[in-house]
């Protein structure tokens, strides 16, 4: 008998041992995940309990709790915090109401060539940069820009640069992340509740309010999740349409100067997101991602 | 990316602390030791520098309608030059951290740190045949000297202007006045540098309005100063819709309206000159905060033949005009004047490139720390306290 090569051998092994089989294939992925993503992450944040040595910009690293009093001291970080938030709730719903009609008429209503078309040109803007939509956006808003010489002949005025700038401008950066789940959420309800809904006697708002509804809530959490996110830790768009910080803006501006504090801060929106998360979670918004 | 870089920039400053924590600060330091002679060059160069000051050749900044002088280095030295453009001092600060660039182009607001830092490495001037030409007013300084040792070559230097919109401001205005007490005017059309070193702008305007306050240098402010200078900012964010961290931000709202009076870089107003808005650029009365940027190779520097091949290079007269009539600053030499009067008539004097008095109330960009900078003590606000009351000012 000729014994089995060494890579035939191995495979023999791995398929009598599925454990070890899993454990191969997982290994490396996984590996990356914790060193590289979580770890660096971990360090950052255990900078959050040191404390800065002057003038340098290099840290000490002695336990202190000394950030998080000065966070805690001044109303300005909370202002900061409570802006970012109300933002991130403002756009999330803005986003909510937009995309649900449009959603809905391109799961219920459009033919498929129509939907075809929505879908591409709600995809569309996401292939454009980042940076290009921004700036489009302060075309737009600006003294003399698009906006105000549309309003001009109505006797009205623009917004011009500020809070809702950055509230209009992320509504729209956000959009398509919203629609996509809750159009995907909508064409799951099968037509056959919706028939047997009217069946019943149910008119259509009853129908909407008591089948599409509840149906469809897990899809529009879900999506909710990733614009009140991405707002959450956005910083390039208030610097550019208003003068006002967000909580990534002071992040930024201490990372390098004073990287204990701005680790602190970074905190603020992590504590958010984990209790978003477990909201969204017992809402069923992780059964439609 | 972010996430790597993240991790290179904490195992840096980890060696840092290691290595500082066995020199405390007090003792007297043995002088650094900097290299007595010069090999071939590396064939790459990394630099971290200001927009506009490294433009052309191989990897440098592409700037329409900007002169190259970055292949003639490249061809005389055979190393290619990357660039990697800071938004900011502090950005730029962080790069040099990384220790992946082997030299910057550092205001006098990240020239300190990046010493006391360790980041970067002092300089054998003698290696550098054209520093030797250098004007007396640039060498020796206290943002780009430190006991005595040199830290780098002066690249050139300017002072921020107020700039504004002659069709809206008068056209007589010299007065800082207009972007503090006298802003409600132009309400949300004022605007002001996006960071924290513009605290200094407020107290070079507190020590020419408010002499009880007894500020004798504009980044050495004890607790009363630094509130005054806070409080009086404080009062302007009413006024400012968006504040500037790019120029080209700043160009696009002041052709456009959405600013009209502000504090801004020659290079700013010579671009809206150019493109036929009217604005004025002024120095006002009351003298301004400016910046005179220096070259230093950083301490883990991978090219350092090729980095003091360009700190040579970039004070060179040919080279010192073209970067300095493009951007609009004043060359650092008599022979880098004379090149530049060829490109641009006139350039040294509207600069005042050798006018020592001109610059006599310009305060060159500064690192403010604990330890005053005009000797009073260690009673000063620091610079991470700038940082935190910026914060504060913004709201």
């Known amino acids: 008998m000729i014994r089995g090569s060494l890579p035939r051998r191995l495979a023999a092994s791995l398929y009598r041992h599925p454990r070890a089989q899993l454990s191969a294939l997982l290994a490396v992925p996984l590996g990356w995940l914790v060193v590289a993503y979580l770890g660096s992450l971990a360090l950052l944040l255990v900078s959050a309990f040191w404390r800065l040595d002057s003038f340098s910009g290099n840290v000490i690293t002695e336990p202190t709790l000394q950030n998080f009093a000065t966070l805690a001291e001044s109303d300005v970080y909370r202002n900061i915090a409570i802006r970012t938030v109300v933002i991130a709730a403002l756009v999330t719903l803005t986003d909510i109401i937009l995309a649900f009609p449009i959603a809905y008429y391109m799961a219920r209503v459009a033919s498929p060539r129509v939907r075809g078309l929505l879908v591409v040109s709600i995809l569309l803007p996401l292939w454009s940069g980042y940076l290009v939509k921004v700036y489009a956006?302060?075309?737009?808003?600006?003294?003399?820009?698009?906006?105000?010489?549309?309003?001009?002949?109505?006797?009205?005025?623009?917004?011009?640069?500020?809070?809702?700038?950055?509230?209009?401008?992320?509504?729209?950066?956000?959009?398509?992340?919203?629609?996509?789940?809750?159009?995907?959420?909508?064409?799951?309800?099968?037509?056959?509740?919706?028939?047997?809904?009217?069946?019943?006697?149910?008119?259509?708002?009853?129908?909407?309010?008591?089948?599409?509804?509840?149906?469809?809530?897990?899809?529009?959490?879900?999506?909710?999740?990733?614009?009140?996110?991405l707002t959450l830790g956005d910083y390039i768009t208030p610097t550019l349409v208003s003068g006002t910080q967000f909580i990534g803006n002071v992040v930024y501006s201490n990372i390098s100067v004073n990287r204990p504090l701005a680790a602190a801060y970074a905190l603020v929106p992590i504590v958010i997101m984990i209790v978003y998360l477990l909201v969204a979670r017992r809402l069923g918004a992780f059964e439609e991602l | 990316m972010r996430i790597r870089r993240m991790s290179a920039l904490v195992a840096v400053i980890a060696l840092v602390i290691g290595a500082c924590s066995s020199t405390p600060g007090t003792t007297t330091k043995p002088k650094p030791s900097v290299p007595a002679s010069l090999g071939a060059g590396e064939g790459e160069l990394k630099l971290v520098a200001w927009t506009n000051y490294v433009v052309g050749g191989t990897g440098g900044e592409t700037v329409e309608g900007a002169p190259d002088w970055v292949t003639p280095f490249e061809d005389a030295t055979g190393c290619k030059v990357t660039v990697k453009v800071g938004g900011g001092s502090s950005e730029m600060v962080e790069l040099m951290k990384t220790g992946e660039y082997d030299g910057v182009s550092a205001s006098g607001d990240a020239t300190l740190r990046l010493i006391a830092g360790g980041d970067v490495a002092a300089v054998n001037t003698d290696l550098i045949p054209n520093y030797k030409n250098v004007f007396a007013g640039l060498k020796n300084q206290s943002y780009n000297t430190v006991d005595g040792v040199s830290y780098g070559v002066p690249h050139g230097r300017g002072a921020n202007l107020l700039m504004f919109r002659t069709d809206v401001v008068p056209e007589t205005t010299d007065s800082w006045n207009v972007v503090f007490e006298g802003g409600d005017k132009y309400k949300g059309k004022v605007t002001a540098y996006d960071y924290e070193i513009y605290i200094a702008d407020a107290a070079v305007y507190l020590m020419a309005t408010k002499p009880d306050l007894k500020i004798t240098n504009p980044y050495a402010l004890d607790a009363t100063q630094f509130k005054a200078a806070v409080d009086l900012l404080k009062a302007q964010r009413a006024n400012i819709t968006t504040y500037w961290s790019a120029a080209q931000a700043e160009i696009d709202a002041f052709t456009s309206g959405d600013m009209v009076v502000g504090t801004t870089w020659q290079y700013q107003a010579n671009v809206l000159e150019a493109a036929k808005v009217p604005i004025k650029a002024v120095k006002p009365k009351e003298g301004t905060t400016g910046w005179s940027d220096t070259w230093m190779i950083s301490s883990k520097a991978k090219h350092p033949n090729c980095m003091y091949k360009w700190m040579d290079y970039i004070i060179s007269p040919v080279a010192n005009a073209t970067v300095t009539v493009w951007f609009g600053e004043a060359p650092v030499s008599n022979e880098a004047c004379a090149e530049a009067e060829k490109q641009s008539p006139g350039h040294c004097d509207i600069f005042h490139a050798t006018d020592e008095t001109y610059f006599k109330d310009v305060w060159y960009w500064n690192t403010p720390s604990k330890e005053c900078l005009d000797g009073r003590g260690p009673i000063c606000t620091e610079f991470s306290e700038w940082t935190k009351a910026w914060t504060e000012i913004k709201g």
């Open chain 1, 137 to 229: 956006w302060r075309l737009i808003l600006n003294e003399s820009g698009v906006l105000n010489w549309a309003l001009d002949p109505l006797g009205l005025r623009g917004p011009g640069y500020g809070d809702p700038a950055v509230w209009l401008v992320m509504s729209y950066l956000w959009l398509p992340y919203m629609i996509l789940p809750i159009y995907a959420g909508l064409e799951r309800i099968p037509s056959s509740l919706l028939e047997a809904s009217g069946d019943l006697g149910a008119r259509s708002p009853r129908t909407f309010r008591k089948v599409v509804l509840p149906l469809v809530l897990p899809a529009v959490v879900a999506g909710s999740i990733f614009t009140f996110s």
